[in-house]
C-alpha cells in the first residue's frame, strides 16, 4: 500500500451543460486552474458515451477491458479523483452508476461521454498530496504513485 497526507484546499461547484464532454471538461477545468490532485462528485444525466465494466479475463495479464456503450439519457451518480500524470496532465479516474429504466450500468468512464441536460459536478481540492498518476509496468495502466 503507498499512502500520503493532504489537506482540503478549494472547492469549485460546477454545472456541467447539455453536451458537455466527461473526463475533458473537467481535465480542461483543472488544468486552467491549476489542480494537481482533487476528490470528484457527480450527479445528474448522461447522454451518450461508454463505460468500462472490467476486464474481460479477471485472472489474465493483459487486460482487455468489457465496453459498454451508454446510448440515450441516463441518470447518473459517480464519484473519482483528478491527480497529475508524469506529463503534468490532470486525469480524472471516475466510476459511475447509470440508470435508465429498469436498466442500470456501473463502471469507468471513458473519453466521450456526454452530459444529458445537466451534470452537477463538486471538486475538492487536496493540496500537497504526494500522488500522481504514472504507468505502472505490470499492468500499463496510469495508476496512483508517491511522487
Known amino acids: 500500500m503507498q499512502h500520503s497526507e493532504g489537506r482540503m484546499g ?6 456541467l451543460e447539455d453536451g458537455d ?11 486552467k ?5 482533487a476528490f470528484c ?6 447522454g451518450s458515451g461508454s463505460i ?13 477491458p468489457v465496453i459498454q456503450k451508454i446510448i440515450g439519457a441516463h ?12 506529463d503534468d496532465t490532470p486525469i ?13 450500468h456501473t463502471g469507468c468512464i471513458r473519453p466521450g461521454i456526454d452530459t444529458w441536460l445537466v451534470g452537477e459536478f463538486v471538486l475538492v481540492e487536496i493540496l500537497d498530496s504526494g500522488m500522481m498518476r504514472e504507468v ?7 495508476l496512483l504513485s508517491r511522487k
Do not use: W, Y
Open 10 to 15: 478549494r472547492i469549485f461547484t460546477l454545472r
Open 92 to 104: 480524472l479516474h471516475m466510476h459511475a452508476s447509470l440508470g435508465r429504466g429498469k436498466n442500470s
Open 75 to 86: 441518470e447518473v451518480a459517480a464519484v473519482g479523483t483528478l491527480f497529475r500524470d508524469e
Open 21 to 31: 464532454q466527461l473526463p475533458g471538461c473537467i481535465e480542461d477545468f483543472a488544468h
Open 52 to 64: 468500462v465494466m472490467g476486464p474481460e479475463d479477471p485472472e489474465g495479464h493483459t487486460i482487455t
Open 41 to 46: 462528485l457527480l450527479l445528474g444525466g448522461i
Open 136 to 142: 505502472d509496468p505490470k499492468s500499463g495502466q496510469k
Open 33 to 37: 486552474q491549476k489542480i494537481d490532485s
